[in-house]
């Protein structure tokens, strides 16, 4: 008796992720980029005056970029606590789940979909194939995205991000370890060929990690694993913080 496709049995159950939103998303100018990044990188919400001093800009341009970040839904907004006289400060935080992002998402599922007609073709081991096809397009995605990388949580969370602006409107714990995915760009060809299309979703989240220094092979993704989601999930480094 044949063992039956996981995968198969939860699609079968309707699990998984839902067809993305038709609104494309918007493009970033390199500094509200640079701003997002450096916003992300933070361990707790901050105000434009710590910001501004990390980028060394003054705390008005600074503040300017949150704000757009702000209308655009990629970043929110909170008053501190009032501790002292006068009116307490804006704190921002990135929202780690943005469907805004640099990527145009209508791009991707065009040369993704083409990609795995491909492989599913042609390659005798289409599934590796599709991991390694795309790990070099994460590289290359990571490589086009602005900003420095300085840390695996900071790499972590621009994964997220990247994956936003793909199209998968990704949600994810506070260290970004543990992420849902709660949209696919390519669903219907991902349900007719999961190890193909999920294959190139891993590889490419496995390549943008490994451009950013970070663990990328540790990576693994479960197409289909509970209703409304795939999860994907990113490990930390043994050696880091709790707190990063």
Known sequence: MNNPDPVAARMAAGFGPVAPSPAAPQRLTRSLAAALDLLAAQPAPA??????????????TMRGHLEELVTARLATRRRADARTRGRPAWLYAARTAGADQPVVAREYAGLATALATQLAHTSRRPG??????????????????????????MARRRVVRLLGGLGFAP????????????????????????????GVHLGIVRGALADWGAAGQHADLVPFAEPGACLLHLPAPANEATTS
């Not at 105000?47 to 008005?60: E, F, I, K, P, Y």
């Not at 590796?128 to 420095?148: F, I, M």
């Not at 260290?175 to 999961?194: D, F, I, K, M, W």
Request: aromatic share 2%.
């Open 47 to 60: 105000t434009a005056a710590d910001l501004a001093s990390q980028a060394g800009q003054h705390r008005n």
């Open 128 to 153: 590796e194939d599709a991991v390694r096809a795309g790990e070099t397009w994460g590289a290359q995605l990571a490589q086009a995205s602005p900003g420095q990388v300085t840390s695996s949580p």
């Open 171 to 198: 949600t994810a714990d506070v260290r970004a370890t543990v992420v849902r995915l709660r949209r696919c760009p390519l669903l219907e060809a991902a349900r007719q060929q999961p190890d193909v299309v999920c």
